[in-house]
C-alpha cells in the first residue's frame, strides 16, 4: 500500500515539474508577407532607426537583457504577420510576427477593434509601450489565444485603447510578440513579466519542444506567403541536414534578445568584416545590418556606392560578376550568404523606390562602430536563406542551410 502511494505521488510530482503533452507537435502557422512604401523613409533609415531603438531599449547593466521598453516592428519594409484568433466566438486580427518584443496585443486597427467575448478576464491592469515611432496604450486581458491548432488559454494580451504611429498604414492589428519573456518587464503599470505566447503553450503541456521554428524562403513576388512559424519543435522539410545551436550572448544589449555570437568574412581570401561579436536575430529587420565600420569595409570591397533614394549600397553588373560570398562563422561552422543573396530582388526594387535596372545590396549600415554589444543584426535578408530556431529552455539559437540557401532568384 505504501509502495502504490509513493508511486502515486512520483507521478504527480512528475507531472508538476514536466509539462504533459496533450496535443501533437509541432504546430505550424502560415506568414503572410506585407510590403510598407509609405513610411516616408528610405529602406536603410528604417532598418537603422529600428536598430538604434533596440540598443537603447536594454540597459547593459541589467547583463541578462532585463527589458525596459521592447519594440515593436512599426515600419519595417518588409513584414509578416499571422493570422491569430482570439476569443470565444473567435475573432480574427492579422499581427507582425517580432522577435524583438515579447508583449502580444491587438487594437491597432480601429476597423477591426478587440470585442470581449465569454473567455475573457479584465485583468484592469494598464499596459503602455513606447517605440521608435509612437507608442500605444490600454489594458490588460486574459483571453483564449488559437494560432492554427494551437489553442492557448488564459493568455494575457494587450488590448490598446489607442495607438499612435503607422500602424493604421499597414493594415495590421498590432503584434505577435516571440522574444524573450524578460522584454515586459515594465510594460504595465504592475510591472510584473508577461509570459509569451510560447511560454504558456509549454505551461499548459501543448508543446512537445519549448522553442519555436523560424522559416522564410526568397521570392521575386511581392505577394508571395513565403514564411512559416512552427510552434513545438522544427519542420523538417524546411532544412537540410543537422541544426547548429549556440547559446544566447551574455554581452548586453544583444543578451536582452534572441542574440548570439558571429564573425563575417568576405570572398576566397576570408577578409574579415567583422569581428567575433555579438548581434541579434531578428525578424523584424528587413535587410543584413553590420556595424559602421565593417559596413564601411564591405563597400571597400565591393566598390559599391551609396544610393541615396534607398539609402543602400548599389553596384553595377561588373561588379556584380566579380561580388563574393560573406562567411558568418556561427558555432564553429560556416554559414554562406551568396552573392546573389546579397541583393535585393531586382523584380522588387520599385518597392524601395529603388531604379528597376539597378542592383542594390542588403548589406546595410548599423550607424554605430563595432563594440557596443550589439554590432549586427541578421534580418530578413539573412533569414530567407537559413532556417533558425528559438530554442527558450535552453536559451540557444539553431541554424541550418535550406533548398534556397545557395538559390540565384535575385
Not at 526594387?349 to 548599423?366: C, E, F, H, T
Request: aromatic share 10%; glycine share 10%; charged share 10%.
Amino acid at each position: 500500500m505504501l509502495s502504490q502511494l509513493f508511486v502515486a505521488l512520483s507521478l504527480v510530482a512528475f507531472t508538476a515539474a514536466s509539462p504533459v503533452v496533450i496535443r501533437n507537435s509541432p504546430v505550424t502557422l502560415p506568414l503572410a508577407r506585407r510590403f510598407n512604401t509609405n513610411s516616408g523613409h528610405t529602406i536603410a533609415e528604417i532598418d537603422q532607426s529600428r536598430a538604434k531603438a533596440l540598443k537603447a531599449a536594454v540597459s547593459p547593466a541589467a547583463g541578462n537583457g532585463s527589458g525596459v521598453n521592447p519594440v515593436p516592428v512599426t515600419s519595417s519594409t518588409v513584414i509578416y504577420t499571422a493570422e491569430v484568433l482570439i476569443g470565444s466566438p473567435p475573432q480574427t486580427f492579422n499581427l507582425i510576427v517580432d522577435t524583438g518584443s515579447s508583449n502580444t496585443w491587438v487594437g491597432a486597427n480601429p476597423s477591426n477593434p478587440y470585442v470581449p467575448t465569454a473567455s475573457s478576464v479584465n485583468t484592469t491592469d494598464i499596459i503602455l509601450i513606447e517605440y521608435g515611432s509612437g507608442l500605444f496604450a490600454g489594458l490588460e486581458y486574459n483571453d483564449t489565444v488559437a494560432l492554427g491548432d494551437l489553442s492557448i488559454t488564459n493568455q494575457t494580451i494587450g488590448v490598446a485603447q489607442f495607438a499612435l504611429g503607422s500602424f493604421s498604414s499597414e493594415g495590421v492589428d498590432g503584434i505577435l510578440g516571440i522574444g524573450p519573456a524578460d522584454l515586459t518587464q515594465s510594460t504595465t503599470a504592475s510591472g510584473d513579466e508577461i509570459p509569451t505566447i510560447t511560454d504558456n503553450a509549454w505551461a499548459l503541456g501543448l508543446l512537445e519542444e519549448y522553442e519555436v521554428g523560424i522559416s522564410f524562403e526568397p521570392s521575386t513576388n511581392s505577394s508571395d506567403a513565403n514564411g512559416q512559424l512552427t510552434f513545438g519543435g522544427v519542420d523538417n522539410s524546411k532544412f537540410n541536414g543537422s541544426i547548429t545551436y549556440v547559446p544566447i550572448t551574455s554581452t548586453a544589449p544583444a543578451s536582452g534578445y534572441v542574440g548570439i555570437e558571429q564573425s563575417v568574412t568576405y570572398g576566397s581570401s576570408n577578409v574579415p568584416i567583422l569581428e567575433f561579436t555579438s548581434g541579434i536575430v531578428d525578424t523584424g529587420t528587413t535587410m543584413l545590418v553590420i556595424a559602421s565600420d565593417a559596413f564601411a569595409t564591405y563597400q571597400n570591397l565591393t566598390g559599391a556606392v551609396l544610393d541615396n533614394t534607398t539609402g543602400l549600397l548599389k553596384i553595377t553588373p561588373a561588379q556584380y560578376d566579380n561580388l563574393e560570398s560573406l562567411f558568418f562563422n556561427i558555432g564553429g561552422e560556416t554559414f554562406e550568404l551568396t552573392k546573389n543573396a546579397q541583393i535585393w530582388p531586382r523584380s522588387l526594387n520599385s518597392a524601395i523606390g529603388g531604379d528597376a535596372d539597378s542592383i542594390y545590396l542588403i548589406v546595410s549600415n548599423l550607424g554605430t562602430p563595432s563594440g557596443e554589444g550589439l554590432d549586427f543584426i541578421n534580418g530578413y535578408g539573412f533569414l530567407q536563406r537559413f532556417y533558425a530556431v528559438y530554442d527558450t529552455v535552453n536559451s540557444r539559437v539553431g541554424f541550418a542551410t535550406t533548398p534556397f540557401t545557395f538559390a540565384e532568384t535575385n
